[in-house]
């Protein structure tokens, strides 16, 4: 079966510093892995997705995400934060043959002018 | 990417009632999806919706109480039946954008339901 764990609750970063959320998967075969951000009031938006290929992955608003297979990992990464980018973010898998993702619970993250 | 429309966008309810919500999609799809979001928890799948025949329930979810409807490509309806507090969540209306496993799923802005 697929999963996400996402260990932290909530991440505070200052403006400018990096910033780092945490992903770790489990599934049976090949993962298809994403990451969505939820910002107050609003649906989710897509940020980026690792298929195959280059383990390090760019996406939306400067923000990347790293492949590691040994490790079972998806870590979201942003070298500078910005005040605007406190919101929920979440990862997801979905495994191949499966048509459902799988989301983690989330993780808060609260950027400190 | 697919442009997602849901009304109502909130709504308050009274314990027993039903409440139907809509979504609507700018772009014909083949996958559409109903999720429920919790206050302060993940998303959790309701059902795949299925163009033409009966949606397909995830475990803990069941026709009668979420009854959902899917006439055409563009268009859906999750329906929250004889409700009750703990039905209180923000219900999120889904897409993929292609049928693969590799494909992104968009989400619409959701829509908050309070039932007192």
């Known amino acids: 079966a697929q999963s996400v764990a996402q260990p932290e609750d909530q991440v505070n970063v200052a403006e400018g510093n990096p910033l780092t959320v945490k992903c770790t998967y489990s599934v049976s075969g090949n993962p298809y892995l994403f990451w969505y951000v939820q910002y107050p009031n609003r649906g989710l938006q897509f940020l980026l997705k690792y298929i195959t290929g280059d383990n390090l992955v760019k996406g939306s608003y400067g923000f990347e995400a790293e492949f590691n297979k040994s490790q079972t990992s998806f870590h979201l990464k942003k070298p500078s934060a910005l005040v605007s980018d406190s919101a929920l973010y979440f990862c997801a898998v979905r495994e191949e043959g499966n048509n459902r993702l799988a989301f983690g619970k989330g993780n808060q993250v609260v950027v400190i002018p | 990417s697919a442009v997602i429309s849901q009304k109502p966008s909130r709504d308050i309810c009274q314990r027993g009632t039903s409440l139907t919500i809509q979504c609507q999609v700018d772009?014909?799809?083949?996958?559409m999806f109903w999720y429920r979001q919790q206050p302060g928890q993940s998303l959790t799948l309701i059902a795949t919706?299925?163009?033409?025949?009966?949606?397909?329930?995830e475990s803990g979810f069941v026709i009668d109480k979420f009854p959902i409807s899917r006439p055409n490509l563009t268009f859906s309806t999750l329906t929250v039946s004889n409700m009750s507090p703990e039905d209180s969540s923000i219900y999120l209306c889904s897409v993929s954008s292609g049928t693969g496993p590799y494909n992104e799923q968009f989400f619409g802005p959701g829509t908050r339901l309070t039932v007192l």
């Open positions: 772009s014909q799809v083949t996958m």
């Open positions: 919706a299925n163009q033409g025949s009966e949606a397909t329930y």
